[in-house]
């Protein structure tokens, strides 16, 4: 192994993580609410940032910059598919995802 490669493929990986500006994403503006626990979610990037999408592509939240490294994981084919695991509008909305590859 080289460089410190562990020999494990981010890519691969299951992750869950908190979306970050939901109140400012074009779901929560549209439907003035957020998703409910249980709606499947994609993956996209918009070459600026990486956001969480409902089934109809509407982005619901930007993943945190620490996942920055899926914008190479998409680029190289792999797909994303999570499902909210809990969500909420106040105090401030937010929502909870599992994401897997695909």
Do not use: H, W
């Not at 106040?90 to 995802?97: I, N």
């Amino acid at each position: 192994m080289a460089g410190g490669a562990s020999g494990v493929d981010k890519c691969k990986q299951a992750f869950a993580t908190l979306l970050e500006d939901v109140g400012q994403c074009d779901f929560y503006s549209q439907f003035k609410k957020v998703p409910a626990a249980g709606d499947q979610l994609g993956i996209v990037f918009d070459k600026k940032r990486i956001f969480a999408v409902d089934v109809n592509g509407v982005k619901v939240g930007a993943l945190p910059t620490a996942l920055n490294y899926l914008a190479a994981c998409l680029a190289s084919g792999i797909t994303y598919v999570g499902l909210v695991k809990s969500s909420a509008e106040k105090p401030v909305p937010t929502v909870e995802a599992d994401f897997g590859p695909q």
